[in-house]
């Protein structure tokens, strides 16, 4: 019989693309006690988390809760249960993420159509209506931070555009959430899902989302109730069934209503954790921690420039909390990592598709969003390409992060 030994991971300092160290309030929440799914104290608490993720999403939306599993259960969920065979989806794809949309929105039989971006630029508004006339498609789905190229794509005048033509406008706002400006009620997104483990500084495993009531309206269009627990009152919707079970929002909302209709047993340790994660940023206050993510990010980018080093991409629309810097000439960029990871603790990534080897993507979120982070990772980072002899510009680079903070 093999038992292994007693969990005891490395200490590490995670400033990649996600996921990154949590805040230690949340490491404490997480550890609480497990109490039943319909005792008083855990609906309330589920109520609690509903209201601090609407002051998150700055929405009224109702449909403000957490979908159990990681951000992509959260993607998953809304579009399985928003698009039926046939239905026309049109994705702006500005990276790997786009690409995500795409693949989970094919799945679900949908009529897909792209606006294909240079990976490190942002779609702009104007081609997104003028494809939105084009297609006239149920569906505009997108990413506002694309972690694989660092941009974060403008959505002030996105939501505008939609309700004129009367589209449902979704957003995966995963990696950007927390550490960049998201309003939902006032740039008119009908539904967001986001993950716990970049900005919010949580563990993954938990996918906070926000739905509009016309989203609600349309969806609950193929409501319908499991036979085991269905009621002489229950009525299934006019069009066809959800395909997803655990992924099926009108039985969701059941769960998270009034009715608290049966559904799946709550993740209870994750729920403890994305009230804390919403606790700590609103207690901190939404206008400060972007604030603080903005620091952050461009301390760590004017370190890279003083090294020598060139960021990656279109910098007017770059993600406060994640930075995108190409690999010198003549190292090897895996090694590099390697030799961060192994001696110095310190995870940076690598990227994606076209940006596979060419880049680095390294983070400043949620807890790691600060100034020593930002410091020891310039210096550990800078020692390791000296070491192997990459052409950089030495002792710049902490130097013009430390003046950046002062």
Not at 65 to 74: E, M, P, V
Not at 203 to 215: K, Q, R, V
């Given at each position: 019989m093999?038992?292994?030994e ?52 700055e ?34 794809v ?31 508004p ?46 995966d ?16 997104l009908?539904?967001v ?63 998270w ?9 709550e ?26 993510h ?23 629309y770059?993600?406060?909390n ?24 310190i ?28 410091l ?12 192997h ?18």
């Amino acid at each position: 019989m093999e038992l292994f030994e007693v969990l005891n991971p490395p200490q590490r300092l995670l400033m990649g693309p996600g996921p990154i160290n949590a805040y230690p309030r949340v490491l404490q929440a997480i550890s609480n006690q497990l109490i039943g799914q319909y005792d008083p104290v855990m609906t309330g608490y589920m109520k609690q988390t509903q209201r601090l993720y609407q002051q998150v999403f700055e929405t009224n939306n109702e449909a403000t809760l957490l979908i159990d599993g990681t951000a992509r259960a959260g993607i998953e969920a809304v579009l399985v249960s928003i698009i039926k065979p046939g239905d026309k989806v049109l994705v702006p794809v500005m990276g790997r993420f786009g690409h995500l949309l795409c693949e989970i929105a094919h799945r679900t039989g949908a009529e897909i159509y792209t606006i294909d971006v240079e990976w490190g630029e942002v779609c702009d508004p104007a081609l997104i209506e003028q494809e939105i006339k084009r297609i006239q498609p149920k569906l505009l789905a997108t990413v506002q931070g694309d972690t694989s190229t660092t941009m974060n794509q403008p959505l002030a005048e996105i939501g505008e555009i939609c309700k004129r033509h009367g589209v449902l406008f979704y957003c995966d706002a995963t990696a950007s959430v927390a550490g960049n400006e998201l309003k939902i009620d006032e740039w008119q997104l009908d539904a967001v899902s986001v993950g716990l483990q970049k900005c919010l500084g949580g563990p993954s495993g938990s996918a906070p989302i926000s739905l509009s009531d016309e989203f609600v309206k349309q969806i609950n269009k193929r409501k319908h109730v499991e036979k085991g627990i269905r009621a002489d009152h229950h009525e299934d919707g006019v069009e066809p069934m959800i395909q997803s079970n655990y992924f099926d929002l009108p039985m969701i909302l059941d769960y998270w209503g009034e009715e608290r209709l049966n559904h799946h047993t709550e993740a209870t340790s994750m729920l403890y954790a994305a009230r804390e994660c919403a606790r700590l940023y609103l207690e901190e206050g939404a206008v400060n921690v972007i604030a603080r993510h903005k620091q952050a990010g461009d301390a760590l980018a004017t370190g890279l420039k003083a090294m020598g080093l060139q960021l990656f991409g279109n910098q007017a629309y770059k993600m406060n909390n994640v930075v995108g810097v190409y690999i010198p000439d003549n190292v090897d960029g895996e090694e590099i990592r390697r030799e961060l990871l192994l001696r110095f603790g310190i995870e940076i990534g690598t990227s994606f598709g076209p940006l596979q080897g060419k880049i680095w993507r390294i983070g400043t979120m949620g807890y790691n969003a600060r100034q020593e982070a930002v410091l020891h990772t310039l210096a550990a980072l800078e020692a390791v390409l000296l070491r192997h002899k990459a052409a950089i510009q030495p002792g710049q680079a902490v130097i013009a992060a430390m003046e950046y903070y002062s």
